[in-house]
């Protein structure tokens, strides 16, 4: 069965999501969506990654919104639209250690690291 969900999509639902790669390999999952307080838009997406894919062990990755494609064509299943290199050189932060203070600088590097421009609302 087809999930291309359609917009708005819930938090939970992405997070009870599988997260895969396009060449079908299982990442991990949505654990959180980071939003930027100032602006109201979605700072990053908080991916999990799962024990087994790439020896990353449950490393946290940050990602930018875009780097995720909704319209997957398995029920139950986010994908990511990033290859596998990229996400294994990434920068990540453990569970119990998630970036704190101001993160303008972090939510900057995390688009830059994977292509992604950073849309920023005005702020009046």
């Not at 949505?30 to 700072?43: F, V």
């Not at 990353?56 to 398995?74: E, I, M, T, V």
């Not at 996400?87 to 970036?99: M, S, T, V």
Request: with cysteine; hydrophobic share 40%; aromatic share 10%.
């Amino acid at each position: 069965m087809n999930t291309q969900y359609h917009f708005p999509i819930s938090s939970s639902t992405a997070a009870n999501c599988t997260v895969k790669t396009i060449s079908d390999e299982v990442v991990g999952s949505i654990k959180d969506i980071m939003l930027d307080t100032e602006t109201g838009e979605i700072a990053y997406v908080v991916l999990a990654v799962d024990t087994g894919f790439l020896n990353l062990g449950n490393k946290l990755l940050a990602l930018p919104w875009g780097a995720f494609d909704f319209h997957s064509h398995q029920r139950g299943v986010i994908l990511v639209k990033i290859n596998k290199e990229k996400l294994e050189n990434a920068p990540g932060f453990d569970k119990d250690d998630w970036p704190i203070g101001p993160q303008h600088q972090f939510i900057n590097d995390v688009h830059t690291y994977y292509g992604f421009d950073r849309r920023r609302a005005l702020i009046e």
